[in-house]
C-alpha cells in the first residue's frame, strides 16, 4: 500500500519560512520523481516544485523558484519544501506527489499517488 504522509505547515507571518516534509512508503523511493502542489480555495490545484528520482534535477513555479528548495532523501524516503519569504499568496493547502521515473511533470494528471495535503496559512 502506497502512503504519502505529510507534516509540517501551520500559520506563519508574511515574511516568515516554513518546512513541509512527506514521508514515503510502499514504494521504490528512488525510482519515482517528487513534486509539491498546492491549491488555494476556489483555485485549480498548482505545480509548485519538483525533484527528480536522483535529487539533482529541480523545477519550480516562477512564484517559488528564488523562494522555495525541494530536497529528498533517498535513504529516509522524505521529500522536503523549505519555503523562505512567504506571502499571503503562497495560502493554500500544499499536496506532495509521486510519480514513476526520473522526469518531473507539472501536470496532476501525471501523478497517480498523493498527500493528504496540509494547510499553509500566511497572514500579513
Known amino acids: 500500500q502506497v502512503q504519502l504522509v505529510q507534516s509540517g505547515g501551520g500559520l506563519v507571518q508574511a515574511g516568515d519560512s516554513l518546512r513541509l516534509s512527506c514521508l514515503v512508503s510502499?514504494?521504490?523511493?528512488?525510482?519515482?520523481?517528487m513534486a509539491w502542489f498546492r491549491q488555494a480555495p476556489g483555485q485549480e490545484r498548482e505545480f509548485v516544485a519538483s525533484i527528480g528520482w536522483s535529487g539533482v534535477n529541480t523545477q519550480y513555479t516562477d512564484s517559488a523558484k528564488d523562494r522555495f528548495n525541494i530536497t529528498r532523501d533517498n535513504f529516509k524516503n522524505t521529500v522536503d519544501l523549505q519555503m523562505s519569504s512567504l506571502t499571503p499568496e503562497d495560502t493554500a493547502v500544499y499536496y506532495c506527489?509521486?510519480?514513476?521515473?526520473?522526469?518531473?511533470?507539472?501536470?496532476?494528471?501525471?501523478?497517480?499517488?498523493w498527500g493528504q495535503g496540509t494547510q499553509v496559512s500566511v497572514s500579513s
Open positions: 506527489a509521486a510519480r514513476s521515473g526520473t522526469y518531473t511533470k507539472t501536470v496532476t494528471a501525471e501523478y497517480p499517488f
Open positions: 510502499g514504494l521504490a523511493f528512488d525510482r519515482y520523481a
